[in-house]
């Protein structure tokens, strides 16, 4: 089973052929991403570890559109003092299949 470790968005993801996953917001309209900051390639028989990047390789993927998580509600309470506050954030992000695994 071919695997590969990426890095986008500040964070590592762990990919392989088909996986459907979502990532941080990415300001691009393409319908394909080529990924080319691989920390890890794996085939089953012999993996390669970068130092930092994996010379050669990337992943390809397809843009399956943008959207915004589910809110989170922060609230901040302090007692005997009437301090509330009430506050929520929604996170973009961008859902993305992996198409191509290429090293």
């Known amino acids: 089973?071919?695997?590969?470790?990426?890095?986008?968005g500040g964070k590592q993801y762990q990919v392989a052929e088909g996986d459907s996953l979502k990532i941080e917001k990415l300001d691009t309209a393409d319908q394909k991403i080529i990924f080319n900051e691989v920390l890890l390639t794996a085939d089953g028989e012999r993996v390669q570890v970068g130092r930092p990047l994996v010379a050669g390789a990337k992943v390809e993927a397809e843009n399956l559109?943008?959207?915004r998580s589910k809110k989170v509600l922060v609230?901040?309470?302090k007692s005997k003092t009437r301090h509330r506050v009430k506050r929520g954030h929604r996170q973009p992000f961008t859902q993305i299949k992996i198409s191509k695994l290429d090293f």
Do not use: D, E, H
Request: hydrophobic share 50%.
């Open 75 to 77: 609230f901040k309470y």
């Open 1 to 8: 089973m071919k695997l590969a470790v990426i890095k986008t």
């Open 65 to 67: 559109g943008a959207s």
